[in-house]
């Protein structure tokens, strides 16, 4: 378990960059966060996944669980870069433990985990080829890690990385959306740009529902009732298929609660909902992420009471996300089928482990080798 290190020592906290580079455990989390805050508003960072409050949000409900580190460089005084390091907790190959260092906020354990998408580093562009040296540099220094993870990077905010990491194993998956900004600029409608099939589903089943209520949530004590309700129904619909659900974890509920408080006022959490008269069809709570809506958590009422709940709910908000100047609709990763049918464009997240040379993965490749080779005689 990673305790709070000391102030850095000079021997660890310049290499042969410009740039002077610190390490700091949770102890100086406040410290930190200042710095964050400072850097990410100079910068105009509007990335969400790298912004304070996402990361103190993140510390102050899963940096119990998951031991964590600031590495910062700095220039003149002036913060240059910032991220944080987490460390999860030992997991095993087969039958040898391994223990991994993450990039920003992942590493949390699966049950609890808010699974971190367009992730990225918070640093000044004129310094992000030394930030990255430099942050590859520092972890390295720390040995207790034997496998280095970027989870859920953009392809541009990795690779750099991937630059200066030869022979790291590259995951990708796609994020599809639909393109907001392109089709406003064509003739600011949704439904020309969706496949037929989709087109003529969407209106029957408008037809079928009839008048409904659109409600974009942007005051705090209506949120709070569309939020409770999500979790209501999404609870309910996971529970009928006999699976937990996300909310069953009080610690990923209590982060979503206060990252929807914080960041509703800021424009950065949009909240949604769907009525047909006293009935709900759905509700959504999206992240904004350089203008581009995340499509984050949903809940949905159930298809015996309404046809295609999913479907007519996202595409209802799409269609006033248009109108109120968005540029993307994102329907981040999985396989759904709505993600298909109301998506017309495709972005790419990464998913990479660089792997130190340790004797445990020859042990594991051997090991590996010989299952292949008893279960091909």
Not at 228 to 250: C, Y
Request: charged letters at 25%; hydrophobic letters at 35%; one cysteine or more.
């Amino acid at each position: 378990m990673l305790t709070a290190l000391r102030h850095p020592d000079p021997t660890e906290s310049r290499g042969t960059s410009s740039l002077t580079t610190h390490r700091f455990g949770p102890a100086y989390a406040v410290e930190m966060l200042v710095k964050w805050h400072e850097l990410e508003r100079r910068i105009g960072s509007r990335q969400l996944a790298t912004s304070r409050v996402w990361t103190e949000t993140w510390l102050r409900h899963l940096g119990d669980v998951t031991p964590s580190e600031f590495v910062i460089a700095e220039q003149d005084g002036i913060t240059r870069g910032i991220c944080l390091l987490t460390h999860s907790g030992i997991h095993s190959k087969g039958p040898l433990p391994i223990n991994s260092l993450h990039l920003g906020t992942a590493g949390d354990p699966p049950e609890d985990g808010v699974w971190v998408e367009y992730n990225g580093l918070l640093v000044e562009e004129a310094f992000r080829h030394e930030f990255v040296r430099e942050l590859i540099r520092i972890a390295a220094l720390d040995e207790s890690w034997d496998e280095l993870h970027l989870d859920g990077f953009s392809r541009e905010q990795a690779q750099e990385l991937i630059d200066q990491l030869p022979g790291i194993e590259i995951t990708t998956r796609p994020s599809p959306y639909f393109d907001l900004r392109a089709a406003r600029e064509a003739d600011g409608e949704i439904l020309p740009h969706l496949g037929r099939s989709t087109r003529s589903n969407i209106r029957r089943r408008l037809r079928e529902y009839g008048e409904v209520t659109c409600e974009w949530v942007d005051n705090p004590t209506q949120a709070e009732e569309v939020f409770s309700e999500l979790i209501s129904l999404h609870q309910a619909r996971w529970k009928s298929d006999g699976k937990p659900g996300l909310f069953s974890s009080q610690r990923f509920q209590d982060f979503q609660l206060e990252l929807m408080t914080r960041c509703l006022d800021d424009g950065r959490v949009v909240l949604f909902r769907v009525s047909q008269g006293e009935r709900t069809v759905g509700c959504l709570m999206l992240l904004v992420d350089n203008n581009r809506l995340l499509d984050y958590l949903s809940g949905f009422a159930p298809f015996d009471q309404f046809a295609s709940p999913g479907l007519i709910v996202h595409f209802l908000c799409m269609t006033e996300a248009q109108r109120r100047g968005y540029d993307a609709y994102d329907f981040l990763i999985g396989e759904h089928q709505h993600k298909r049918n109301l998506s017309n464009a495709e972005a790419e997240l990464i998913w990479a482990t660089w792997r130190r040379p340790r004797l445990k993965y020859k042990l594991l490749d051997a090991a590996r080798y010989l299952k292949k080779i008893l279960m091909n005689r």
